[in-house]
């Protein structure tokens, strides 16, 4: 049973358009959200957070919004850069510390065109 | 600053033999987390160390065991292989009193069980 969905496994867009990436869960209790991006060969990197008691968190071209009624959350990228493409993975984490397992979905893979 | 480290990058095993993974922490990290990504999946969470006590564990069998020594750094060692083995294994460090669980991956070993 997936805690946390990540319906679309792909997505391409337009260099300089805006890049949406969207991410489900079922756990109310989870008290942090993150966005990871992977290359090929490397591990996940850490992108942006968002902490439950906010809606939107923002770091220069990424903005990542928080639906908690909805039990959704969505990554903007705007605009898309070619570098941008990659395995895209939005994970939750329950323990509202520093500690404690990251629950990730399966993945988008972002492809940003010229 | 070093990241988090791994090795072997990658190997190749035979059903029922073993094979340790290690990993070096980031620098000022005290908490050492494994997962298991198999092919098209998110990672997935096998166990977490703090302080070199076991501090969380997924839903993988007793055969999956791991170690974390005073410099932090940590093994992870499997038993009988079977095939569904194979992987990228995943290590993540993650700092005291960090805020939100965000934890910093190496590159990961590929094991291939054959």
């Known amino acids: 049973d997936q805690q946390v969905k990540q319906n679309s496994p792909s997505l391409s867009v337009q260099e300089g358009r805006i890049s949406i990436l969207n991410c489900d869960y079922t756990n109310s209790m989870f008290d942090y959200f993150l966005w990871y991006k992977k290359y090929p060969a490397e591990g996940p990197t850490f992108l942006i957070s968002?902490?439950?008691?906010?809606d939107k968190n923002e770091d220069g071209r990424f903005t990542v919004f928080l639906n908690k009624s909805a039990k959704h959350l969505s990554l903007h990228i705007v605009p898309s850069q070619p570098g941008d493409s990659a395995v895209y993975f939005c994970a939750a984490t329950g323990t509202g510390g520093s500690q404690g397992n990251l629950i990730f979905g399966k993945g988008t893979k972002l492809s940003v065109k010229p | 600053e070093t990241g988090v480290t791994q090795s072997p990058t990658h190997l190749i095993k035979t059903r029922g033999q073993q094979v340790t993974l290690r990993c070096s922490s980031q620098s000022g990290h005290n908490t050492v987390s494994w997962y298991q990504q198999a092919l098209g999946q998110g990672p997935q969470f096998i166990f977490q160390y703090y302080r070199e006590e076991e501090n969380g564990r997924g839903n993988f069998p007793p055969r999956f065991s791991g170690l974390q020594f005073p410099n932090y750094s940590s093994e992870l060692n499997v038993n009988a292989l079977e095939l569904d083995d194979s992987a990228l294994y995943l290590c993540?460090?993650?700092?005291?009193?960090?805020?939100?669980?965000?934890?910093?991956f190496g590159a990961g070993t590929r094991l291939s069980v054959l």
């Open positions: 993540a460090s993650s700092r005291p009193g960090g805020v939100g669980n965000i934890q910093y």
């Open positions: 968002i902490s439950s008691i906010k």
